[in-house]
């Protein structure tokens, strides 16, 4: 059974940088692909970020050119380095993992079955 625990949030002024980090195990698909999604308070989850097992990436419009989802394999990592943080992007942000959808495509990233319990990023001016 594959988890998958989230670190690595806090509270950064805007214009700042966080990395998150995902620690997984016990994957179970050949082929995969592993995420971030967010959820404010009082709005619906989004897909951040998505990559697949074999390095394909996409990410949400909003974080294009900020973000960048990476893995390193041999420490089961999964990564979302922030740049140029904005209020817009304080959530929790959730890491998750399924095997690999129809498209590399973020938006799916939220109905993935395997996600962790979570880590808050506030961003303040």
């Known amino acids: 059974q594959v988890q998958v625990v989230e670190s690595g949030g806090g509270s950064v002024q805007a214009g700042g940088s966080l990395r998150l980090s995902c620690t997984a195990s016990?994957?179970?698909?050949?082929?995969?692909?592993m995420g971030w999604f967010r959820q404010a308070p009082g709005k619906e989850r989004e897909g951040v970020a998505i990559?697949?097992?074999?390095?394909?990436?996409d990410y949400e419009d909003s974080v294009q050119g900020r973000f960048t989802i990476s893995k390193d394999n041999a420490k089961n990592t999964l990564y979302l380095q922030m740049n140029s943080l904005k209020l817009e992007d304080t959530a929790m942000y959730y890491c998750?993992?399924?095997?690999?959808?129809?498209?590399?495509?973020?938006?799916?990233?939220?109905?993935?079955?395997?996600r962790g319990q979570g880590t808050q990023v506030t961003v303040s001016s």
């Open positions: 990559i697949s097992s074999d390095g394909r990436t």
């Open positions: 998750a993992y399924d095997q690999t959808p129809p498209n590399v495509w973020a938006g799916y990233v939220p109905h993935f079955a395997t």
């Open positions: 016990g994957y179970t698909y050949s082929s995969y692909c």
